[in-house]
């Protein structure tokens, strides 16, 4: 009776177990209890490994993101190491790159990259999933992942909302120091009045 109240079947009530920890025989009181007591079953999980509950912790997912913010950190210092006069130049190339190559166009418009306002590794500059989707929305009007999508079609170069010409040596470009020139907003002319 006592058996059956708490658990146990006929077959394992009387039956000895013994502990994995410390090797002591004992009576377990659960068909599933397999420490003769709660300070060895602590002791035998003790720092133990998790393993990842859930498939973005996996050691292959954390691979896979360390290797691709490696290759946004060196497109985005190579792009800064270009000369001004160059840069549209290389986001161009990166965007038929894109429209060619599946991996390449989904380094340079993921979402996560596009929502974070990290600078990249204490520079100050923002990485090159922000400079290529301010460029494609100056010159296009499209969105980086709009103009990198091989089915968009991109306008002519007569529609575009001004020419490549602007990055040359004979204008300033507007990535020349490395950081994107921001359209005046109304709140931060306030600001400025205000001091």
């Not at 007591?37 to 602590?42: D, E, F, L």
């Not at 161009?92 to 974070?116: D, Q």
């Not at 990198?148 to 002519?156: D, L």
């Not at 990055?167 to 907003?185: T, V």
């Amino acid at each position: 009776m006592i058996a059956h109240a708490l658990g146990m079947t006929n077959a394992t009530a009387g039956a000895e177990a013994v502990c994995p920890r410390c090797g002591d025989t004992f009576t377990p009181k659960r068909t599933n209890q397999r420490y003769c007591i709660r300070s060895c079953q602590k002791a035998a999980t003790r720092n133990a490994k998790r393993r990842p509950q859930r498939v973005d912790c996996s050691a292959a997912a954390q691979r896979r993101q360390e290797g691709r913010g490696k290759r946004i950190r060196g497109l985005s210092h190579a792009f800064y190491e270009t000369p001004p006069a160059y840069r549209a130049e290389f986001l161009e190339r990166l965007i038929v790159e894109a429209r060619r190559l599946a991996e390449t166009r989904r380094l340079v418009t993921a979402r996560e990259y596009l929502r974070s306002w990290g600078r990249d590794e204490g520079t100050g500059r923002l990485h090159i999933a922000h400079v290529l989707d301010h460029y494609c929305q100056e010159v296009y009007g499209l969105r980086s992942y709009e103009a990198a999508n091989p089915e968009t079609v991109i306008p002519a170069e007569d529609d575009l909302a001004f020419p490549a010409e602007y990055f040359g040596p004979d204008q300033p470009p507007i990535y020349e120091d490395g950081s994107l020139n921001r359209r005046p907003c109304s709140w931060a002319t306030r600001k400025t009045a205000a001091r």
